[in-house]
């Protein structure tokens, strides 16, 4: 049972450099997160996903863009990463609906930008 | 200010001992997660709360919602290691559409044999 796979894993970055972060589910759920957790900040939302083709920020979108262009894949963009940014993402997903609504995590991603 | 308010930040116990988390929402809760991670790992699942005054169990695991729908506690009895972690509740606020989940900043969780 794959659940909620993220890759890559760990990522060195420098200043200024982009990369992207894969998020695949195979729940056949609605609904996909990205989350970055730091230290005394817990877990923040950066943004999320209702469905195929949509969007919406967070609380904290700034510096980062996100796709769904495909219902299993939620993507995570960052164009010229800075140090802020130097963090653990998790990737979510759910069903959507409040009965059943609990979030599944993947294991997260570890980024550092030097 | 913070909308979900865990406490303690911290708490270390000898196994065996009882323990209980808190956590309060400054909005009304439609639905109240707890969650376990282990250092390094994912968020696991633990209980999902929705009705005031409901109480879930889960092996020595129990959660509550309290009848005001803004308070929630997670008991541990009996601590073991294996319970050691950080606990983080999340909760729904939203009522309506585009559910997601708002994170406490989580309690760590130290029981010493």
């Known amino acids: 049972n794959a659940g909620v796979t993220q890759t890559p894993k760990f990522r060195v970055l420098k200043t200024g450099q982009s990369m992207t972060l894969l998020c695949a589910q195979d729940?056949?759920?609605?609904?996909m997160y990205w989350y970055r957790q730091d230290p005394g900040m817990g877990l923040r939302l950066i943004h999320y996903?209702?469905?195929?083709?949509?969007?919406a920020k967070g609380e904290v979108p700034d510096g980062y863009n996100v796709s769904r262009l495909k219902k299993q894949n939620f993507l995570l963009g960052l164009e010229s990463a800075a140090p802020s940014q130097t963090s653990v993402y998790f990737c979510?997903?759910?069903?959507?609906?409040?009965?059943?609504?609990?979030?599944?995590f993947g294991e997260g991603s570890r980024l550092t930008v030097l | 200010s913070q909308e979900l308010e865990q406490s303690p930040q911290s708490l270390i116990v000898q196994e065996g001992k009882n323990l209980t988390i808190n956590c309060t929402s400054s909005?009304?809760?439609?639905?109240l997660y707890w969650y376990k991670q282990k250092y390094g790992e994912g968020l696991i699942f633990l209980m999902m709360?929705?009705?005031?005054?409901e109480e879930k169990s889960h092996e020595k695991i129990t959660a509550k919602l309290d009848e005001k729908k803004q308070q929630s506690s997670l008991h541990i009895t009996a601590s073991q290691p294996s319970h050691a972690g950080t606990y983080l509740c999340?909760?729904?606020?939203?009522?309506?559409?585009?559910?997601?989940?708002?994170f406490g900043k989580g309690t760590l969780l130290t029981v010493n044999p």
């Open positions: 979510a997903s759910s069903s959507g609906t409040r009965d059943t609504g609990e979030l599944f």
């Open positions: 729940m056949n759920h609605e609904y």
């Open positions: 996903s209702v469905g195929e083709g949509t969007t």
């Open positions: 909005k009304t809760l439609y639905g």
């Open positions: 709360l929705q009705k005031g005054g």
């Open positions: 999340g909760a729904d606020n939203s009522g309506g559409s585009n559910y997601k989940l708002t």
